[in-house]
């Protein structure tokens, strides 16, 4: 009887309180979505769960070992999601409240018409040209994390997204096409940037600076990565740190248009 008093009790304050979780709980979610720890994270909702269940129906035994164990285990939890941690505090740090609207675009749930859909198209037929001539590439797409800190290692840029001038940036004879390209809402916001590095022993040794930088970037944000290789042409995919695969252009373009709705 004591739950159902419980519930009758339950107040406006309780409502925005199961709200703010559940959006926790989302976003947590898409950090973790397309990663091994998305298995953890929902192996780690069910046990809580359980946990609150026999503490309800005050099953003392088991709930006290539920209770130990979740207990410790949040000290293994911080080890485990280290880059998905560093990730959501990235996202949290970024949040802008100036004139770029940037925190209801990490936000999502609110959508504005000022923010212009990125021409995937377009980067995807650079990307091919470019690799029809081994014109070695690294293209960051920008999501939720504001990659502003990055771009003073580069030079500041304010150009529309089309092929002609993906493919001008990377030119072998252009000035720019060392380093790495951010793009925006469909603007090249900087050239030349320079990335961090991953050293992940993992990847294999055929892949040189340009993939590392591609694996370093998406593993500390949530930006999405494109590398042509200038040895083999070919165009690899990054996100959260790994290579996706992909089996032609059409499939590729959806996948990237997918990350950013």
């Given at each position: 009887m004591?739950?159902?008093d419980d519930l009758l009790k339950f107040s406006v304050v309780d409502i925005i309180d199961v709200v703010l979780v559940a959006f926790l709980l989302y976003y947590v979610y898409k950090l973790v979505k397309g990663?091994?720890?998305?298995?953890?994270?929902?192996?780690?909702?069910?046990?809580?769960?359980i946990w609150k269940l026999?503490?309800?129906l005050q099953m003392q035994?088991?709930?006290?070992i539920l209770g130990g164990f979740i207990s410790v285990g949040m000290f293994a939890l911080i080890v485990v999601f280290q880059q998905e941690i560093r990730k959501f505090l990235?996202?949290?740090?970024?949040?802008?409240?100036?004139?770029?609207?940037?925190?209801?675009?990490n936000l999502k749930f609110i959508k504005t018409?000022?923010?212009?859909?990125?021409?995937?198209?377009?980067?995807?037929a650079a990307c091919n040209k470019m690799g029809s001539t081994k014109t070695g590439a690294l293209i960051v797409i920008e999501r939720n994390n504001n990659l502003d800190f990055?771009?003073?290692?580069?030079?500041?840029?304010?150009?529309?997204?089309?092929?002609?001038?993906i493919e001008s940036i990377f030119f072998k004879n252009s000035p720019l096409h060392d380093g790495a390209a951010i793009i925006e809402n469909n603007i090249v916001k900087a050239t030349r940037v320079i990335l961090p590095v991953s050293n992940d022993t993992n990847i294999p040794m055929r892949f040189g600076l340009r993939h590392r930088a591609a694996v370093g970037i998406t593993e500390k944000t949530d930006a999405v990565a494109l590398v042509v290789s200038e040895e083999t042409?070919?165009?690899?995919?990054?996100?959260?740190?790994?290579?996706?695969?992909?089996?032609?252009?059409?499939e590729l373009t959806d996948l990237i248009q997918k990350e950013l709705v």
């Amino acid at each position: 009887m004591e739950i159902f008093d419980d519930l009758l009790k339950f107040s406006v304050v309780d409502i925005i309180d199961v709200v703010l979780v559940a959006f926790l709980l989302y976003y947590v979610y898409k950090l973790v979505k397309g990663t091994v720890a998305i298995n953890i994270f929902i192996g780690i909702v069910i046990v809580y769960i359980i946990w609150k269940l026999t503490q309800a129906l005050q099953m003392q035994l088991l709930s006290n070992i539920l209770g130990g164990f979740i207990s410790v285990g949040m000290f293994a939890l911080i080890v485990v999601f280290q880059q998905e941690i560093r990730k959501f505090l990235l996202m949290i740090g970024s949040t802008n409240l100036s004139g770029k609207g940037k925190f209801f675009k990490n936000l999502k749930f609110i959508k504005t018409d000022v923010i212009a859909e990125t021409d995937v198209e377009s980067i995807i037929a650079a990307c091919n040209k470019m690799g029809s001539t081994k014109t070695g590439a690294l293209i960051v797409i920008e999501r939720n994390n504001n990659l502003d800190f990055l771009t003073n290692t580069g030079d500041e840029m304010n150009i529309k997204v089309t092929q002609p001038i993906i493919e001008s940036i990377f030119f072998k004879n252009s000035p720019l096409h060392d380093g790495a390209a951010i793009i925006e809402n469909n603007i090249v916001k900087a050239t030349r940037v320079i990335l961090p590095v991953s050293n992940d022993t993992n990847i294999p040794m055929r892949f040189g600076l340009r993939h590392r930088a591609a694996v370093g970037i998406t593993e500390k944000t949530d930006a999405v990565a494109l590398v042509v290789s200038e040895e083999t042409g070919q165009i690899s995919y990054i996100k959260n740190g790994k290579f996706v695969m992909f089996n032609d252009t059409v499939e590729l373009t959806d996948l990237i248009q997918k990350e950013l709705v």
